[in-house]
Each structure stands twice: as structure tokens, then as C-alpha cells.
């Protein structure tokens, strides 16, 4: 999701977009009870890169995930 600011396609497929993907689990344990200012920037990061990612599809977007989705999706 990283490289994809700035470009456009015609399809776009997001796979695994998971609760504990993203936002990365790993980085939420890490952050909960140390920093929590520190957890709202990284989660605050994740969303605006699902974001970016999601705004790249020109005509079709599809978002599929396993289990519980991210908490970033509209419900």
C-alpha cells in the first residue's frame, strides 16, 4: 500500500484486510499501555493507508478479509 500514492488503476483488489493486519496487532500491543499518543499516530497511519490504497481504484474496488474485518471498514 505504500507505493500506491499518486497512482491510478482501473480494478483494484485490497486482500486481507483484517483486524490485527490493519492496524498491525503488534503495533497496537506495543503501544497500548505504554504510549497511547504513540498508538493514535500509528493508527491514525494505517487508516490513511488503507485509505490511500482504497481511493487508487479508478472503476472497481473490492476489499476482502478473513475473519473480523479491519475496524478501519464501514460496517
Not at 499518486?6 to 497496537?28: C, N, T, W
Not at 500491543?29 to 491514525?44: F, G, H, N, S, V
Request: net charge positive.
Amino acid at each position: 500500500m505504500h507505493r500506491f500514492k499518486g497512482l491510478e488503476y482501473q480494478r483494484l483488489a485490497i486482500v486481507g484486510a483484517r483486524d490485527g493486519v490493519i492496524p498491525r496487532a503488534s503495533v497496537v500491543q506495543r503501544y497500548r499501555d505504554t504510549d497511547p499518543r504513540r498508538l493514535a499516530r500509528e493508527e491514525l497511519k494505517a487508516r490513511s493507508l488503507l485509505f490511500v490504497a482504497a481511493t487508487r481504484a479508478r472503476d472497481t474496488l473490492r476489499i476482502s478479509w478473513y475473519g473480523r474485518p479491519s475496524p478501519y471498514l464501514p460496517k
